[in-house]
């Protein structure tokens, strides 16, 4: 159990080892060994020499010399925290972890602030099967090392992807510690955003302290483009002041509800080449996007849970910006896994009023719907605006089946 937790224990001690080196911090501008020749009894040399060995890749010298420095040490101050846990992880790292064990534990009674005594410990509870103590050190190492924090973000981040730590994990964090905040943000960028936010889904209802509206809409872009849709699409409805018709209608009861949790709300992209702009008025959506000569790409998407079916969208097109070139264009994505988006349908739109059928076949549980603009090989660029845009289930069911039958292909830039 937990077997994850202790393997990623390493990036923080590796972490922590580059801190503790610094000549800026533990060591400052003098080396141990000068300490030393200037006071063969200093307390403080005789630690930072026995630190700076354990944080060597080969052991050789500390094991060489951490037993006699650490008791050196605690003559001149009985009390160091640090001379205490370095003499602990000298006797665990011989063979003696229950007797490592009580001097690492002593150190910490001491001082929560000695870094590489809670990595310790937080490594033993952890591998001993003990992760409420780990849970505990590791918050102690986060509130006390402002240098470690991130790296421990990143390990405690990584465990979420284990069931049974979430279980420990999330009883643990109910009580919403400060660092709980920050801990979200910085886990958006994992590269499975799904254990992320199941973990938040248990933790609902969440304050916007905890997690603000631009972090849940960073989580769920991050679900929708590589996470398991579902995934998306449970923590949308988890989210205050969300609904449920948003999911299958691309016009909103609440303009302020418009362009909120993108791209559950309408999203507009910019990708340099391609960028896309969103406005409300008078409870009409309209998107507008511009290209740059021979670029092409999205304008806005908006995600859709259709069912199977047959629907008609509409919409106004205002042209005049095209400069006689370029296109744009309508398109639906289905979703065929984790980030994987097919192109379904693609319709080129013309100026003025549109309107078109698409099919959703059964085999598309999500959709998205996107507005595409391609620009001209000229020397101006395109510019389009789009608004009055409906989407309703088409009642002439006898095009249903021509449309499901067309075949789908890889969609690009989604």
């Known amino acids: 159990m937990l077997r994850i937790v202790a393997i990623t224990i390493a990036t923080l001690s590796l972490t922590y080892a580059a801190w503790a080196n610094s000549a800026s911090t ?16 200093s307390a403080q040399a005789l630690m930072n020499m026995t630190d700076k ?36 992880v000298y006797y665990a790292t011989t063979g003696d972890v229950a007797k490592g064990r009580k001097f690492v534990q002593m150190s910490a009674k001491l001082s929560h602030r000695d870094t590489p005594g809670q990595l310790w410990l937080m490594d033993d509870y952890l591998r001993t099967d003990k992760p409420r103590e780990g849970l505990r050190a590791i918050d102690i190492v986060i509130r006390t090392q402002a240098e470690t924090r991130e790296a421990a973000y990143a390990a405690l981040g990584t465990a979420l992807a284990d069931a049974e730590f ?11 510690p400060p660092w709980l905040k920050p801990f979200i943000q910085y886990n958006v960028r994992l590269q499975r955003p799904e254990f992320l936010s199941r973990t938040l889904i248990q933790l609902m209802p969440l304050s916007p302290g905890v997690l603000d509206e631009p972090t849940a809409s960073e989580l769920l872009g991050a679900l929708v483009d590589r996470g398991p849709i579902e995934d998306a699409r449970l923590l949308y409805l988890k989210l205050p002041g969300t609904s449920a018709r948003t999911l299958t209608s691309i016009s909103f009861g609440r303009p ?10 309408w999203e507009t992209m910019n990708h340099g080449d391609v960028q896309g702009f969103g406005d409300v008025e008078d409870g009409n ?34 042209l005049s910006g095209m400069n006689g070139g370029g296109s744009v264009s309508v398109n639906l994505l289905c979703n065929k896994g984790p980030g994987q988006w097919n192109r379904s349908s693609s319709t ?67």
């Open 256 to 265: 302020s509800n418009t362009f909120r949790f993108p791209p559950f709300g």
């Open 285 to 318: 959506v309209s998107i507008e996007g511009l290209a740059i000569p021979g670029r092409s790409g999205i304008a806005a998407r908006k995600l859709l849970f259709l069912r199977p079916g047959t629907y008609r969208w509409t919409g106004d097109a205002d």
């Open 53 to 88: 060995a354990a944080a060597k890749k080969t052991k050789t010298a500390f094991l060489k010399n951490a037993r006699a420095n650490s008791i050196a040490a605690l003559r001149s101050e009985p009390l160091s925290s640090r001379a205490l846990r370095q003499l602990g």
């Open 26 to 41: 533990l060591f400052s501008k003098f080396s141990p060994e000068r300490g030393l020749r200037l006071d063969p009894d």
């Open 348 to 414: 080129t739109i013309k100026a003025r009023e549109n309107q078109f059928l698409f099919a959703v076949p059964p085999s598309c549980p999500a959709q998205l719907l996107t507005i595409d603009i391609s620009g001209a090989d000229t020397q101006v660029d395109a510019a389009m605006r789009i608004s009055d845009m409906k989407l309703v289930p088409a009642k002439n069911a006898s095009i249903k089946t021509a449309l499901a039958a067309k075949s789908e292909s890889p969609a690009n830039g989604s």
């Open 166 to 176: 979430r279980k420990v994990f999330i009883p643990y964090v109910r009580n919403q």
